[in-house]
């Protein structure tokens, strides 16, 4: 991902879906600071939440917050026992490769919702230095990640003592059904032909399957998963399908991963580049084949990318209604 600092990468196998995390996860992240005394605000139907600091909004298209400034504070649900699977495996030589150079930490972090840690640090992306943070909390609810950017230039805008203060109020409610979470999604579907939803990801991601598992960890069955960019992603006109393919290639678990069509068109003032190929499960050894169709306006993208066996065309093409199907609200 290079519209934002990446987020979603490094999380495989935290969450009860494997395709959750690869939609969903791409990159990462107290000192003394003022207290707020607003209460904690939640994204819709979302369990994690915080006091975001003054002048941040809650994002349109990810759940958490954004400024105007192009910071931007992403909160990440895990189960309960996702903590173990973190708890000191996030440190500065981990996330190194991820381009999050860290200054601090792991530091011991409470809340008002829990206890766990925070890395303090840099990271380069799209031109632009950021200030970051990555703090780690367990509740009651569960696991949350929380992550917060601050472009250098934006530091007085968003200055720091307030991300800390921020931090310090993170906090859990009951998490909503799962008909709830689908409800607050920033797109809607209109056709899931025969798949079914079993699980959203970051508060704007839907995974769907077809079959009567919900853990699939050797891929049995076919997927779908569909996910919008965390705010604004702009790509040039005419980069649309070189940044699709980039997209497309970059599956983790899979190898081998080849296009063999492709399809760029319009609609209405969106482009719409659909791809088809290949990929080898890297645990399994096996084929899958995949479609992915990703709508590029207004500076933002939607994703929605299928798995399933290669032999499995019905599948893929049913995949493909659900994805000229979906729609931003």
Same mark, same amino acid.
């Given at each position: 991902m290079t519209d934002r600092i990446p987020l979603r990468r490094r999380f495989a196998r935290l969450v009860p879906s494997r395709w959750a995390l690869r939609s969903l996860l791409a990159g990462l992240v107290a000192s003394a600071a003022p207290v707020f005394a607003a209460e904690p605000v939640f994204p819709p139907a979302g369990s994690l939440g915080l006091a975001p600091p003054p002048g941040m909004k809650p994002a349109a298209s990810f759940a958490g917050f954004e400024h105007r400034s192009g910071a931007s504070i992403v909160l990440v649900e895990m189960p309960p026992e996702a903590w173990d699977q973190i708890n000191g495996k996030f440190t500065p030589e981990a996330l190194a490769p991820s381009g999050f150079r860290v200054k601090s930490g792991p530091e011991p972090l409470s809340t008002a919702g829990g206890e766990g840690f925070v890395l303090r640090g840099t990271q380069g992306a799209n031109g632009l230095t950021y200030a970051k943070w990555v703090a780690v909390i367990r509740g009651a609810a569960g696991t949350g990640l929380v992550t917060v950017q601050v472009p250098e230039a934006a530091a007085k805008q968003v200055p720091a003592p307030t991300v800390e203060a921020a931090l310090r109020t993170i906090a859990f409610r009951p998490k909503a059904s799962l008909a709830d979470q689908v409800a607050?999604? #920033?797109? &809607?579907?209109? =056709? &899931?032909?025969?798949f079914r939803p079993i699980g959203v990801f970051a508060g704007n991601g839907l995974l769907l399957?077809?079959? #009567?598992? =919900?853990? =699939?960890?050797?891929?049995?069955? #076919? $997927? $779908?998963?569909? &996910? #919008?960019s965390l705010g604004q992603a702009p790509v040039p006109a005419g980069a649309e399908t070189t940044y699709a393919r980039r997209l497309f290639a970059a599956q983790k678990d899979l190898t081998n991963v080849v296009v063999t069509d492709e399809d760029r068109s319009t609609r209405g003032d969106a482009v719409v580049v659909r791809l088809r190929g290949t990929g080898t499960d890297a645990k399994t050894g096996r084929t899958l084949g995949l479609t992915q169709m990703t709508v590029f306006e207004g500076g933002r993208y939607l994703r929605a990318i299928g798995f399933a066996d290669i032999d499995r065309t019905d599948a893929l093409a049913r995949a493909e209604r659900v994805a000229a199907s979906v729609a931003m609200r």
């Open positions: 607050a999604l #920033p797109f &809607t579907v209109g =056709d &899931t032909a025969g399957t077809e079959g #009567p598992k =919900d853990v =699939d960890p050797e891929r049995e069955q #076919p $997927v $779908v998963v569909i &996910t #919008p």
